[in-house]
C-alpha cells in the first residue's frame, strides 16, 4: 500500500521533485515538507522553497536573480515593517499622507493629559504607544515628555530581539544618565545596533488573574501590492510568570514586564507544562465569558483594524517581489480599555516549541502557510494569481484581499470594457 | 378527591410557609414586601389582590417563586441508603481515608489542626490574592486518594455474585440490585435532543428557524436575555436545555442553581477567609498541592491558579457544605485545635467534611471563563458541588451517584455497543477502567472548556448527570475502529487520551436520535 508521501514522490516524478533548504533546524519545519514528499537540499542547489534567516536571504536578494518556481520566506527590505524605528516612521508617514488626502480614517482629536499638557491623537490610527526614535528625536522627546508628566517609558534596541537590551525608565534623570552613557559607546554613523525606540509603557495592560500579557498573533502576507494578507487563527496570549506589580521597586524585575518567552523561560515560576501559553480561543471564551461578546468582538475588530493599517503603511515601500512570502509575528497588548496596541511585528517568529500543545501548533502553522503559499499543483509557481481555494485557506482567516475586492468591485459591472485586470 | 388534593397542597403549602421562615433570605424578603404593604400602591380593601400585584411589579414574586424552586430542590429524604452493603462500603472507605490522613499527619509529624502563628497568618493575608507565589514546602505531602483508588473500592463493592461462572469476569456493576434507565428511557429524559430540536452546540450559525434573527445564536441570545432578565429559575433550567451562549452563562447558572451574590454571600466568604487564616489545617497543605499539581500546570486553566486557590481554601472551612452532603459522608473527623481550648477547641476536620483527592481542583477550573471575581466563583463553584459533583465521589445507590453512574454506562455499553463490550471483554480490560476519570471529573480537564461548558449546560438543564455515561459511550463508539486495533490497556487509554477535537452536542444528540 502506497502512503501519501510515496504517492506525492510518484506524482512529483513524473514532473521533478520539489526541494527545501532552511537554515533552521526546526521539525516543525522540516516535518511539514518532507510530510509533502520533498527533498531537503542545501541552499547551493536547486530548491524551490528557501526557509531563511533573515541574514542568509539579504545575501540571497543581493546576489542573484530567483528562478519562477523559486519561492522564499521573506520579503527583501521586510526590516520596513519589522524594525521598530522604521515601522514607526512608516506609520507616521502613512498617517500623513491620508490626512494629506484628507481622509476621514486620519481624523484627529485633542487629549489632555494628566500632566497638564495636551497632545492630538489620531482617532483611529492611535495603535501605536506613543513613540520616538533614540538618537534622533531625543530633544523632541525631551520636550513631550514634560507634557506626560509622571509617567513609565519602555527602552527597546531596534537591533535586537527576544526581550535583549530592553527596559523601563520613569524619570527623565535615569534617561539622560543613559543617554549620555551610551553616545560614550557609539560610532559616529549609527548602525542599527545603536537605534532605540522609546515608547510610552503601557501601565494598564488587561489583567487575567492578575497576570499581564500579549498577544502573539500570526499574519501571513503573500503579496503588498495587492495587499494579500491571513490571519491565522490559532494565536496566542503570552503570561507573566509573576503577577503583575506597578510598583517602582519592580520596575527592574523583567519577569514581571517582558513577556517574551524566551525571559519568561528563565523565571523561577516558570512552568514548562504550559509555557505561560493560553491559546487564542480560551481567551475570546474568557471575554465573552466575563465581558460580554458585544466588546469581545470589537476587541477583534480593533485588532484587525490595528494589523491592516500597519500593513497598508508599508505597501508602498515594501519591495513586491512575487517569489517571497511572508510570516510576521504581531505582538499586541491589550489595555484594561480593550484597546489593542501594537508593540512590534517579528519576522522569523520563533519556531522553537516550547510545550507538547506548542509543538503542534507550530507544526500545523508551517503547514497551514504552505498550503497558502502554493499553488494547487503543489509547485512554487511565481505566474500563479495567489489565490488559494477555500479549503487550501485552511486555518487561516482571510485578512485582507485587495485583489478579490478589487475583481469584486468590478465584477458587477455589466460592461464588457469594465476595468478588470489581469490576474496573470 | 379533589378536597384531599387540595389538603394535601394546603398542608405543604402552610410547610413551606413556615420552613422559609428558617431561610437565610426570609429577614430581607419579609422587610421588603412590608415596605410594599406601606406603600401607595397596597390599599387596605382589596388587600390580597394589590399586594400581590405590587409583589409581582417589584420583582419579588419571582423571588418567591424562586425560593419555593430552590428549597424543593434541596429537599432530601435523609433516610439511610437501603443498600446496607453500600452504605457499609461507604463507611469502610471513609475510615480509611481518615487513617491515612492521620498516618500522614503523624509521619510528617504535625497537626491535624493548629492555630496559625501570627508571623503565618500576616503572609498569608498578605498573599491572599496571589498565593501561587506564597511559598511551601509540599514535597512530603501527598493526595490522599486519587480516581483510580476509588474505582477500586467501587469495584470490590460488586464483588457478591451469587453464581460464579468460570468464564464471568467478576467485576461488572452489574450485580448490584440499582435501577437505571436504558437508552430509550434515556431518549425520553432528552426528550428535546432526541427530537433533533436545534441546539445551540451543534452548529450556532445554522439559519434561524425563527423570523427576524440570521443564525440560531443570535435567536439564543435574544431570548437568553429576556430568559434572564425575567429571572425565574424553572424558566432558565428549561433554557438551558438547549444549550447557553458564552455571553449569558454567568448570569444564569447563578440564576438557577440561586448562587446569586449579595452582601450577604460577599460576608460569608471573608468569614471563611478568616477561618482559613486563623487555624491551620493539614488539608491546607493537600488543598495547595492539588491546585498546583493540576490547575497550574493545565495549558486551559493555569492562568487562575490564584483565584483558585482562595476559592478551595475558604470552600474547606464551610460548615454549609457539611450539611448538604451530610448523609452521605459519615461522620466527619472531629480534631482537636492545636493552640485553643474550652468548648471550641474541636473541630470538624476539614468543617466541610470533604476530603479532596486528587484531581479536585478540576471541579471549580471550568467556572473560571465565567466569572473573574472570587466570591462569585465560590458561590457557583459550590452551588454546582452541593448539587451535583458530590455525588460523583461518594458511594450510594442514589440514581445519580457515580456508582449508578458506574452501572448505567456498564449496562448502555453493552446495549448498544456489543462488538466493543465483547472486544473489552476479549482484551481483558474492564471498560469501566477507561472512561471512569471522566465520570468522576464530569470531564473536567478532558475537554476543552468551550465544549465542557456546552455539557454543564446540559447537566443543568435536565438536572440529571446520566448524560456523562452517555457521552462517554458516545466518545467510545466514535472512537470504535481504533479501539478495536489495541489490546492493551495502555493504548485504549491512548485512543482516548486527546478529547480536543471532539464535538460533544452533536456526538450526543445522535446517540439520542433515534436511527
Not at chain 2, 498546583?292 to 482562595?310: I, K, R
Not at chain 2, 470538624?348 to 471541579?363: C, E, K, L, N, R
Given at each position: ?59 540571497l536578494f543581493n546576489s542573484g536573480t530567483l528562478q519562477d518556481n523559486q519561492f522564499i520566506n521573506h520579503f527583501p527590505n521586510h526590516q520596513e515593517l519589522v524594525r521598530k524605528d ?339 | ?137 509540599l514535597s512530603k505531602y501527598r493526595p490522599v486518594y486519587a480516581p483510580k483508588d476509588f474505582l477500586d473500592v467501587l469495584l470490590t463493592l460488586s464483588g457478591y455474585v451469587p453464581f ?292 454543564w449546560d446540559a447537566i443543568l438543564g435536565y438536572d440529571c448527570l446520566e448524560i456523562l455515561p452517555l457521552l462517554a459511550i458516545s466518545i467510545l463508539s466514535f472512537r470504535k475502529e ?34
Amino acid at each position: 500500500m502506497t502512503t501519501s508521501k510515496e504517492k506525492c514522490r510518484i506524482f512529483n516524478r513524473k514532473e521533478k521533485i520539489l526541494k527545501f533548504c532552511t537554515d533552521f533546524e526546526k521539525s516543525a519545519v522540516i516535518n511539514s515538507f518532507l510530510k509533502r514528499g520533498w527533498d531537503q537540499v542545501t541552499p547551493h542547489e536547486d530548491w524551490n522553497i528557501y526557509w531563511s534567516s533573515t541574514l542568509n536571504c539579504r545575501a540571497l536578494f543581493n546576489s542573484g536573480t530567483l528562478q519562477d518556481n523559486q519561492f522564499i520566506n521573506h520579503f527583501p527590505n521586510h526590516q520596513e515593517l519589522v524594525r521598530k524605528d522604521l515601522l514607526v516612521k512608516n506609520i507616521r508617514r502613512y498617517r500623513k499622507d491620508l490626512e494629506k488626502d484628507r481622509n476621514p480614517v486620519a481624523d484627529k482629536y485633542q487629549e489632555t493629559l494628566p500632566g497638564g499638557g495636551s497632545v492630538t491623537r489620531y482617532l483611529y490610527l492611535d495603535f501605536l504607544p506613543t513613540t520616538y526614535v533614540l538618537p534622533t528625536d531625543y530633544n523632541i522627546f525631551i520636550e513631550e515628555y514634560k507634557k506626560f508628566g509622571q509617567s513609565t517609558w519602555i527602552l527597546k534596541p531596534c537591533g535586537k530581539s527576544q526581550g535583549d537590551g530592553i527596559f523601563l525608565i520613569n524619570s527623565l534623570t535615569k534617561l539622560k544618565k543613559w543617554f549620555r552613557e551610551s553616545k560614550k559607546h557609539s560610532s559616529p554613523n549609527l548602525s542599527s545596533k545603536d537605534v532605540y525606540v522609546i515608547s510610552r509603557y503601557i501601565n494598564n495592560p488587561l489583567l487575567i488573574g492578575g497576570k499581564k500579557f500579549d498577544l502573539r498573533i500570526y499574519v501571513l502576507v503573500t503579496s503588498f501590492r495587492p495587499l494579500k494578507a491571513y490571519i491565522y487563527r490559532n494565536g496566542f496570549c503570552r503570561f507573566c510568570a509573576i503577577k503583575y506589580d506597578t510598583r517602582v521597586t519592580e520596575l527592574d524585575n523583567v519577569y514581571v514586564h517582558l513577556t517574551n518567552v524566551s525571559v519568561q523561560k528563565h523565571a523561577e515560576e516558570y512552568n514548562s507544562e504550559h509555557g505561560g501559553k493560553l491559546s487564542l480561543n480560551n481567551f475570546k471564551l474568557y471575554l465573552e465569558g466575563t465581558r460580554g461578546l458585544d466588546v469581545t468582538k470589537r476587541l477583534f475588530k480593533d485588532i484587525h483594524w490595528l494589523i491592516i493599517h500597519s500593513l497598508k503603511a508599508v505597501t508602498v515601500v515594501m519591495s513586491n517581489d512575487r517569489h517571497c512570502f511572508e510570516c510576521f509575528g504581531y505582538d499586541i497588548i491589550i489595555d484594561d480599555n480593550l484597546k489593542p496596541w501594537l508593540i512590534e511585528v517579528n519576522s522569523s517568529p520563533s519556531m522553537t516549541a516550547t510545550t507538547q500543545s506548542d509543538r503542534i501548533l507550530k507544526n500545523k502553522l508551517v503547514e497551514s502557510i504552505l498550503s497558502v503559499v502554493l499553488p494547487p499543483n503543489g509547485i512554487p509557481d511565481v505566474r500563479w494569481n495567489k489565490t488559494p481555494s477555500d479549503a487550501a485557506i485552511g486555518d487561516f482567516d482571510i485578512l485582507i484581499d485587495e485583489d478579490a475586492l478589487y475583481r469584486n468591485k468590478f465584477a458587477d459591472d455589466d460592461n464588457d470594457n469594465g476595468k478588470k485586470l489581469r490576474i496573470s | 378527591m379533589e378536597d384531599i388534593k387540595d389538603d394535601a397542597i394546603h398542608h405543604t403549602a402552610m410547610k413551606l410557609a413556615e420552613e422559609i421562615k428558617n431561610l437565610s433570605i426570609y429577614k430581607s424578603f419579609y422587610s421588603d414586601v412590608q415596605k410594599l404593604v406601606s406603600s401607595p400602591n397596597v390599599k387596605k380593601e382589596d388587600f390580597k389582590q394589590t399586594l400581590q400585584q405590587a409583589m409581582k411589579e417589584k420583582g419579588l414574586d419571582t423571588k418567591l417563586r424562586n425560593t419555593v424552586f430552590h428549597w424543593v430542590r434541596t429537599q432530601n429524604k435523609n433516610k439511610l441508603d437501603p443498600l446496607t452493603s453500600l452504605s457499609k462500603a461507604s463507611a469502610q472507605w471513609e475510615k480509611r481515608i481518615h487513617k491515612s490522613l492521620n498516618s500522614m499527619c503523624s509521619d510528617l509529624e504535625t497537626s491535624l489542626a493548629k492555630i496559625r502563628p501570627q508571623t503565618e497568618h500576616e503572609e498569608l493575608a498578605e498573599k491572599w490574592n496571589e498565593l501561587s507565589t506564597y511559598s511551601l514546602d509540599l514535597s512530603k505531602y501527598r493526595p490522599v486518594y486519587a480516581p483510580k483508588d476509588f474505582l477500586d473500592v467501587l469495584l470490590t463493592l460488586s464483588g457478591y455474585v451469587p453464581f460464579t461462572r468460570e468464564d464471568e469476569p467478576k467485576w461488572e456493576f452489574a450485580h448490584l440490585p440499582l435501577q437505571v434507565k436504558n437508552l430509550d428511557q434515556l431518549r425520553k429524559t432528552y426528550v428535546e435532543w432526541a427530537n433533533g430540536e436545534p441546539l445551540l452546540g451543534v452548529n450556532p450559525n445554522m439559519p434561524s428557524i425563527v423570523q427576524g434573527f440570521a443564525t440560531l445564536e443570535a435567536e439564543r441570545i435574544a431570548l437568553g436575555e429576556r430568559v434572564a432578565a425575567l429571572g425565574y429559575a424553572p424558566v432558565i433550567q428549561e433554557y438551558l436545555k438547549k444549550g447557553s451562549p458564552q455571553c449569558l452563562r454567568a448570569r444564569l447558572w447563578s440564576q438557577v442553581l440561586g448562587a446569586e451574590v449579595k452582601q450577604q454571600q460577599t460576608n460569608y466568604f471573608n468569614q471563611l477567609k478568616k477561618s482559613v487564616l486563623e487555624v491551620d489545617l493539614m488539608i491546607d497543605k493537600l488543598i495547595f498541592k492539588d491546585v498546583q499539581l493540576t490547575a497550574s500546570n493545565d495549558d486551559q486553566y493555569f492562568v487562575f491558579e490564584d483565584l483558585l486557590y482562595q476559592v478551595m481554601l475558604c470552600f474547606s472551612r464551610d460548615s454549609e457544605v457539611l450539611s448538604a452532603v451530610r448523609s452521605l459522608a459519615g461522620a466527619a473527623l472531629t480534631v482537636a485545635v492545636k493552640g485553643r481550648h474550652g468548648p471550641d477547641c474541636l473541630t470538624a476536620f476539614p468543617p466541610s467534611g470533604v476530603i479532596p483527592f486528587h484531581g479536585f481542583t478540576m471541579y471549580a477550573t471550568p467556572f473560571c471563563y465565567l466569572y473573574d471575581e472570587p466570591v462569585q466563583l465560590y458561590y457557583i463553584f459550590r452551588a454546582f458541588y452541593m448539587r451535583y459533583w458530590h455525588r460523583l465521589h461518594y458511594i450510594s445507590t442514589h440514581p445519580q451517584g457515580i456508582v449508578s453512574l458506574c452501572l448505567l454506562y456498564e449496562r448502555l455499553l453493552e446495549a448498544n455497543e456489543p462488538l466493543l463490550w465483547i472486544h473489552f471483554r476479549n482484551i481483558n480490560v474492564n471498560p469501566i477502567r477507561v472512561v471512569f476519570k471522566w465520570l468522576m471529573r464530569a470531564f473536567s480537564g478532558h475537554l476543552p472548556p468551550d465544549q465542557l461548558l456546552l455539557l454543564w449546560d446540559a447537566i443543568l438543564g435536565y438536572d440529571c448527570l446520566e448524560i456523562l455515561p452517555l457521552l462517554a459511550i458516545s466518545i467510545l463508539s466514535f472512537r470504535k475502529e481504533n479501539i478495536f486495533q489495541v489490546n492493551t490497556l495502555q493504548n485504549v487509554d491512548a485512543v482516548l487520551a486527546d478529547l480536543s477535537t471532539i464535538s460533544v452536542i452533536p456526538l450526543l444528540q445522535l446517540a439520542l436520535m433515534k436511527p
